[in-house]
């Protein structure tokens, strides 16, 4: 059972990432998933989370309008698409699933976690 978070990097402010969550040894067709940060010094913050059928989303405010989270349940993945990025955005990015409420909401405590990928905004 594992989650594997790709698509980070170095990007210049103003630019674009999409990362990608991919799940092996289980569904994710019954799992809330949520993108995650934890940026140097910094708590880990919830960014945005999916309903298990993609019909609801959460973003915290301050990645609201610049980043969409998406699932592919056939693929057993879910992205992110990162647009506008800032300095601010700077951290390691994880993703998590957590068994489903029938919500959206970003909780810290899930059932998996993958192992983080890094995300760069140069100024």
């Known amino acids: 059972v594992q989650l594997q978070a790709s698509g980070g990097g170095l990007v210049q402010a103003g630019g674009s990432l999409r990362l990608s969550c991919a799940a092996s040894?289980?569904?994710?067709?019954?799992?809330?998933i949520g993108w995650f940060r934890q940026a140097p010094g910094k708590e880990r913050e919830g960014v945005s989370c999916i309903s298990s059928s993609g019909g609801s989303t959460y973003y915290v405010n301050s990645v609201e309008s610049r980043f969409t989270i998406s699932r592919d349940n056939a693929k057993n993945t879910v992205y992110l698409q990162m647009n506008s990025l800032k300095p601010e955005d700077t951290a390691v990015y994880y993703c998590a699933a957590r068994i489903s409420d029938g919500s959206s909401w970003c909780r810290m405590s899930n059932d998996y976690w993958g192992q983080g990928t890094l995300v760069t905004v140069s100024s």
């Open positions: 040894g289980f569904s994710l067709d019954y799992y809330i």
